[in-house]
DNA sequence: ATAGGGTTAG
């Protein structure tokens, strides 16, 4: 009788609500049927062997990571039980939930095990630090440090040692991971992986790089394909091309698999890199490509402007019998925004639902609203902002925003921007936007209403950075920064750039800049711009005809952009610069995106 | 009997 009511509950292996599930793990367990412990369950009760505790044990353990929806189920076994559980249930149970959509239950379940009075063993942290990173609580993690403390485990155990490095990094807290990693007595591959990933989920590429190389240093261990898809990931975030190409060699060489997600993980690198012929070529030669591998390569040809040829790949790809997915159409639209193609654009969003039954998000009508935005349809932007059945979020209406300060709505933009700061009252470009339509009407109070407002709440808009890589090492300069050592040169090779540019008669395009300070102070605020310092850094640097890779952190401002469309004519150079939403490649005085960005 | 690290867009 109790089995039936149990079981009324009980679902297959069909939720498609479990993302958080196909990690590692428990994806090996997700095989077990459920039916067919439900047998096991019946026939130990009929034969009392329920009573024996390793069996009890492990059918809770199994129906407790075949399914997240069987949670309750297992829960129940272990209610039923006419001993009180084992330490290993407790354990069975705090993992399921740890790796299901409520890690919190996770919680709750180790907080009851403690007020019992049952003591966790060195298998239970792993877990409840896994639940701790999926709840991203910091202070939660604090708590359950102390107790592995209390415990005893925090200088015996590796893998409590590496679960508490992966949390501290998971949670922002990188230096504390490393700390604690550096503090570790002895230190695997897994280690090391965590350390490395930590540091590319803080943002810290270059650190992250820097710690493979120590990896490298060290004979007690050897890079794994894991360990080697953060390293791309890093390099793919850098731009660093001859450092990702090294990687690829890496892995060649010592024969490390390569798995499809490591294959996605290089043909993304080559891809952001500015390398798209090389990531195309890798993709034709990979022997199993799931949907992200086709997704990054058609990502990848639209951020460069080939839309052609990413929209031909989409077809392709159906023709393989793989199901687009939500990302896959985030690459075709963003293809067809780069391209201008707004018929297409509109079509395809269109039989997303109707055709592939994936639901348009709100990214995806972010596409939707800088296609229609970039080719000045405008209104049209802004009557499907108003039209979808989503909530509209500051990053939809930032996209139309772009697009009225590249067409000269200012009314619009003045209205869109509003939009943005009820959503998002922090938002620098909304407010930068404002003080600019402001001042360039001469409405000098609001101005200095919007001004203080962002001071008030310490507003400011974030430097720009522009990387470049030179013989493996990756420089970054930021705009305004004199401290490099060769800063004069640079400066040399600014001027000149600028006397040869204004022979042209080219005239500086100061309208980009935020601040209302004068004509020649705007100049020179263009003119330390950091992607043109990076450039001039590496026209010093390299070899004639040498190709310049940069890397920046936001989109390129007009003035620029027509700099190095001069620059690669003189200088005979493809310079490929990726900014915050695409490639340009510039060469012989024109650009890629056709002054279309 | 049980454990730690994992790819795509915005």
């Known amino acids: 009788m109790r089995l039936r009511l149990v079981a009324v509950n009980i679902s297959g292996n069909s939720n498609p609500n479990i993302s958080l599930l196909t990690r590692r793990g428990l994806s090996s367990f997700s095989s077990s049927n459920i039916n067919h412990l439900k047998q096991i369950h019946a026939k130990l009760i009929r034969n009392s062997g329920i009573q024996d505790v390793l069996t009890a044990g492990k059918l809770i353990a199994d129906i407790a990571v075949s399914n997240p929806s069987n949670l309750e189920y297992a829960r129940s076994v272990m209610a039923t039980l006419e001993y009180p559980p084992n330490t290993f249930m407790w354990n069975s149970m705090i993992r399921g939930y740890a790796h299901s959509p409520n890690p919190i239950e996770a919680i709750?379940?180790?907080?009851?095990?403690?007020?019992?009075?049952?003591?966790?063993?060195?298998?239970?942290?792993?877990?409840?630090?896994?639940?701790?990173?999926?709840?991203?609580?910091?202070?939660?993690?604090?708590?359950?440090?102390?107790?592995?403390?209390?415990?005893?485990?925090?200088?015996?155990?590796?893998?409590?040692?590496?679960?508490?490095?992966?949390?501290?990094?998971?949670?922002?807290?990188?230096?504390?991971?490393?700390?604690?990693?550096?503090?570790?007595?002895?230190?695997?591959?897994?280690?090391?992986?965590?350390?490395?990933?930590?540091?590319?989920?803080?943002?810290?590429?270059?650190?992250?790089?820097?710690?493979?190389?120590?990896?490298?240093?060290?004979?007690?261990?050897?890079?794994?394909?894991?360990?080697?898809?953060?390293?791309?990931?890093?390099?793919?975030?850098?731009?660093?091309?001859?450092?990702?190409?090294?990687?690829?060699?890496?892995?060649?060489?010592?024969?490390?698999?390569?798995?499809?997600?490591?294959?996605?993980?290089?043909?993304?690198?080559y891809a952001k890199c500015g390398s798209i012929d090389v990531a195309m070529h890798l993709f034709e030669r990979m022997p199993e490509k799931d949907v992200r591998t086709w997704s990054v390569m058609i990502g990848g040809l639209a951020v460069h402007g080939l839309a052609y040829e990413a929209l031909e790949l989409f077809s392709e790809m159906q023709r393989f019998g793989i199901n687009p997915d939500s990302v896959t159409f985030t690459g075709v639209l963003c293809a067809c925004s780069h391209a201008g193609m707004v018929e297409e654009g509109l079509q395809i969003l269109d039989k997303m639902g109707k055709v592939y039954s994936v639901e348009p998000t709100i990214e995806h009508y972010g596409c939707i609203v800088d296609l229609l935005g970039r080719s000045g349809c405008l209104e049209e932007a802004l009557g499907l902002i108003r039209r979808i059945p989503l909530k509209p979020d500051a990053v939809l209406w930032g996209a139309l925003l772009v697009a009225c300060r590249s067409h000269n709505n200012v009314a619009m933009g003045e209205l869109v921007a509003k939009e943005m700061l009820k959503l998002d009252p922090h938002h620098c470009g909304a407010h930068v936007f404002l003080s600019n339509v402001y001042a360039s009407t001469g409405r000098w109070s609001e101005v200095e209403q919007v001004r203080s407002s962002m001071k008030e709440q310490g507003i400011r808009k974030p430097p720009g950075s522009s990387l470049i890589e030179l013989n493996g090492d990756v420089h970054e300069f930021i705009a305004g920064d004199r401290s490099h050592p060769q800063i004069n040169q640079i400066h040399m090779m600014l001027d000149e750039i600028a006397t040869l540019l204004s022979l042209q008669g080219h005239v500086p395009a100061t309208r980009g800049i935020a601040l209302d300070i004068d004509e020649e102070e705007k100049k020179l605020a263009l003119s330390q711009h950091s992607e043109k310092l990076a450039v001039a850094f590496g026209l010093i640097n390299t070899k004639q005809g040498a190709v310049l890779h940069i890397v920046k952190n936001l989109r390129v401002c007009e003035d620029c952009h027509s700099a190095m469309k001069f620059i690669s004519k003189v200088f005979h150079r493809l310079i490929i610069i990726r900014d915050r939403s695409r490639f340009h490649h510039f060469k012989d005085g024109f650009c890629s995106c056709r002054d279309y960005w």
Request: proline share 2%; glycine share 6%.
């Open 108 to 269: 709750f379940l180790y907080r009851k095990m403690l007020e019992q009075r049952h003591l966790p063993n060195n298998y239970t942290f792993p877990f409840v630090l896994k639940a701790c990173t999926h709840l991203m609580d910091l202070n939660l993690g604090l708590g359950v440090h102390g107790t592995v403390i209390k415990c005893g485990f925090e200088d015996s155990d590796a893998f409590i040692q590496t679960s508490l490095v992966n949390f501290y990094a998971s949670c922002g807290s990188i230096e504390t991971a490393r700390l604690l990693f550096d503090r570790c007595p002895e230190r695997d591959v897994t280690s090391w992986n965590a350390l490395i990933k930590g540091y590319v989920r803080s943002n810290r590429y270059l650190d992250a790089i820097r710690v493979f190389r120590l990896m490298q240093d060290r004979r007690d261990v050897r890079a794994d394909e894991i360990t080697l898809l953060g390293v791309a990931l890093a390099c793919t975030q850098l731009g660093a091309l001859d450092m990702g190409r090294w990687v690829h060699a890496y892995i060649d060489k010592n024969h490390v698999k390569l798995s499809a997600s490591l294959g996605t993980a290089l043909i993304d690198m």
